[in-house]
């Protein structure tokens, strides 16, 4: 397959193609007694997600050295840092044997030619029928798989149960219900931002744009186009705009608000709904400890009924093509991904695991506070497009701007939405 270097203009900083030849193996990983007596396996795992990361990794360590003989060496970097630190190290030639990439940064990585398909190992272990299909799609780019699922997250809608209760509602099922909702709440508690509509958080932008039948963007013929214009996309942002600049039942101070602040401003009991992620419960409590038990999650309605879909994030684990023993860095990222420390990470990271297998463990799982995130993430997970392009979007924080433009009333939507799709459409062709 060919590869080709990214320009300045698409990454931002040069990008050199790597095209390292495949040390170690080719695929054939159906043993798992992958021999790595007196090697060493570098990697690096992104810091912050996992608390409890280190003594986790010391574990993994121990188990990895079990079964192949091989030393493994972590180093945690900062999310704040790392797509600089991969670009500068894929330049270099100086990658890591195996990665945690995050989901918009491995078809991207890919396209650079430094990471090294995984297709056939997947397949050579019969792994390929129990991945989750969206981790799958955005870890596939010309049709080879260059990241293995890990951990996902999916944001659904979290409410404050306890008002409900009081008023005398139902967990919304479709968007008039939600609204409804939320005047109630307004007309119950005036001084709530009944639902909280960010300005700064991408990612609760989507499922409306979805929902209504919209699409971020298409490909056709390797050429992307935009549709955040589309008639189906504007209305599903007139839907969820319209909550703050047609009914007022978000704040004005929520049109610079991140995800962040979203999930303080709910934590300090300030917000009756918002679209929240699945790791979000637990970090509402600690931040707020009276909001235990006052709060519960459900699917993010569909326009009249079913789920509004909602984009998938998390990370893939990826092998690099400076891998000098390919056999032993797979059996590395099948361990991680698969089984015992798979489900242990989720559990102390507040994710889900990649594996279909043991994320029906967790929609089988009775917490009111996982069950809905679960649903949502089979049911009803996306993916933005895949495309290495993609990041240069969100460095210019397209959307972003759309949705502050119209939440401060300076564009209406109509307006934003085409001179979203309009540069959307531009940096996802690299111009």
């Given at each position: 397959m060919r590869k080709r270097i990214l320009p300045i203009a698409v990454l931002g900083v040069a990008v050199l193609g790597i095209t390292a030849c495949s040390g170690g193996g080719g695929g054939n990983s159906g043993d798992d007694s992958a021999s790595g007596d007196g090697?060493?396996?570098?990697?690096?795992?992104?810091?912050?997600?996992?608390?409890?990361?280190?003594?986790?990794f010391d574990e993994v360590a121990d188990a990895f050295k079990e079964e192949t003989g091989a030393e493994l060496n972590v180093e945690f970097v900062q999310w704040a840092d790392a797509h600089?630190?991969?670009?500068?190290?894929?330049?270099?030639?100086?990658t890591p044997d195996v990665a945690e990439t995050g989901t918009t940064w491995t078809p991207e990585f890919a396209d650079a030619g430094a990471l090294a398909p995984i297709t056939d190992y997947v397949k050579d272990d019969g792994l390929e029928d129990d991945l989750v299909e969206g981790l799958v799609k955005s870890g596939t780019y010309d049709d080879e798989l260059y990241g293995m699922p890990w951990y996902a997250g999916v944001r659904s809608l979290v409410y404050r149960s306890d008002i409900f209760?009081?008023?005398?509602?139902?967990?919304?099922?479709?968007?008039?219900?939600?609204?409804?909702?939320?005047l109630a709440i307004k007309a119950a508690h005036p001084d709530m931002t009944a639902v909280a509509v960010p300005g700064d958080a991408e990612f609760t932008v989507y499922p409306w744009v979805w929902g209504a039948g919209g699409e971020v963007a298409t490909e056709k013929d390797g050429t992307?186009?935009?549709?955040?214009?589309?008639?189906?996309?504007?209305?599903?942002?007139?839907?969820?705009?319209?909550?703050?600049?047609?009914?007022?039942?978000?704040?004005?101070?929520?049109?610079?608000?991140?995800?962040?602040?979203?999930?303080?401003?709910?934590?300090?009991?300030?917000?009756?709904?918002?679209?929240?992620?699945?790791?979000?419960?637990?970090?509402?409590?600690?931040?707020?400890?009276?909001?235990?038990?006052?709060?519960?999650?459900?699917?993010i309605p569909g326009e009249e009924d079913g789920i509004s879909p909602s984009v998938l994030g998390g990370s893939h684990l990826s092998m690099f093509e400076t891998a000098k023993d390919k056999d032993l860095a797979f059996a590395f990222i099948k361990m991680m991904t698969t089984g015992e420390f798979a489900?242990?990470?989720?559990?102390?990271?507040?994710?889900?695991?990649?594996?279909?297998?043991?994320?029906?463990?967790?929609?089988?799982?009775?917490?009111?506070?996982?069950?809905?995130?679960?649903?949502?993430?089979?049911?009803?997970?996306?993916?933005?497009p895949v495309t290495p392009t993609f990041g240069a979007v969100q460095a210019k924080k397209t959307t972003s701007a759309m949705m502050q433009a119209i939440l401060s009333g300076t564009k209406d939507v109509e307006t934003a939405a085409k001179d979203a799709a309009a540069e959307m459409t531009a940096t996802l062709n690299g111009n």
């Open positions: 090697k060493t396996l570098d990697v690096w795992i992104m810091q912050g997600t996992n608390p409890d990361a280190e003594p986790f600089d630190r991969f670009v500068t190290s894929i330049a270099g030639g100086t209760e009081e008023l005398g509602l139902d967990a919304p099922t479709n968007w008039d219900e939600l609204r409804e909702a939320a992307w186009t935009s549709e955040l214009d589309s008639p189906e996309s504007v209305k599903g942002l007139e839907f969820w705009t319209g909550l703050a600049t047609q009914d007022d039942l978000s704040s004005a101070g929520a049109t610079t608000w991140k995800e962040t602040d979203v999930l303080d401003a709910f934590a300090a009991g300030t917000v009756g709904m918002a679209i929240m992620g699945s790791w979000t419960p637990s970090a509402i409590v600690e931040k707020g400890p009276d909001m235990e038990g006052k709060f519960a999650a459900v699917p489900e242990k990470w989720g559990e102390q990271s507040g994710y889900f695991p990649g594996q279909k297998s043991l994320l029906e463990k967790s929609i089988e799982n009775a917490d009111p506070l996982v069950q809905p995130f679960a649903t949502q993430m089979v049911d009803g997970g996306a993916s933005v």
